[in-house]
């Protein structure tokens, strides 16, 4: 593809490496509520708003207030756990200060709520790289809907053929290609080979590395 434009950054194991911490917090709290659900049945379970999960586990059995009471629960339990061990995926910072050296216009697109972003981008001290944030409270479709990516491109300005999205899931990366946006994995979580129906997936990492940089932005 052409150089990008902007970067649009899912969050929870793309910027952070912490989709397991997640996991396991749904994990506890949906088998105390009689799930019997197993760790690997979570993980594909693991995507979209807080509220969106609870009505496919538990269709119709909660009430709004309930299921939000729930999701600050899970959210608070995973943020006690995952504390200590808060920092940015290698080599994102890095990618981040060439990208704003560059002028390239960085977004978040998440299905977190803004307490768990909030978490990320102050207790890493990073807010001051994006120019929008997308939350769960910002859409009315979750990923794979398109609409967290074209709102990011809407917010920077931009169309989506000019935009380059950052996720680790087969949910974000069919979001990318429904908004028409090329993708990169992070294989912080799922494997390769969970990927092959996403054609607009033009390249995997385990990590930012310098020599990934290298490929989008010209040297200095």
């Keep these: 593809m052409q150089k990008p434009s902007a970067f649009l950054f899912d969050l929870n194991g793309t910027m952070i490496d912490d989709m397991q911490y997640h996991i396991r917090a749904w994990h506890d709290i949906l088998n105390s509520l009689g799930a019997n659900i197993s760790m690997e049945r979570m993980k594909e379970e693991c995507y979209g ?5 609870l ?9 709004d207030k309930e299921k939000s009471r729930m999701s600050m629960e ?7 756990v995952f504390r200590p061990h808060l920092k940015l995926i290698n080599g994102l910072n890095e990618l981040m200060e060439r ?3 560059k002028g390239i216009s ?11 972003i909030d978490f990320v981008l102050d207790g890493l001290n990073i ?6 944030i997308v939350t769960a409270d910002d859409v009315t479709r979750s990923k794979p809907d398109p609409e967290t990516w074209l709102k990011c491109a809407n917010a920077v300005g931009l169309s ?30 799922h494997g390769e080979e969970e990927f092959d129906n996403y054609k607009n997936v033009i390249r995997f990492i385990s990590d930012f590395s310098e020599i ?3 490929d989008f932005l010209n040297p200095a």
């Design 127 to 132: 807010r001051n790289y994006f120019d929008a």
């Design 160 to 189: 989506a053929g000019d935009c380059l999205v950052f996720e680790d899931s087969p949910k974000g990366a069919e979001s990318a290609l429904n908004a028409g946006m090329k993708c990169v994995i992070v294989t912080s979580l």
């Design 99 to 101: 990208a704003s050296k």
């Design 212 to 214: 990934f940089i290298a």
């Design 55 to 63: 009505d496919r586990m538990f269709p119709g059995r909660f009430s």
């Design 74 to 80: 899970k959210e608070t339990a995973y943020q006690n």
């Design 49 to 53: 708003k807080n509220e969106e999960l």
């Design 106 to 116: 960085m977004a978040i697109g998440s299905a977190a709520i803004m307490y768990n």
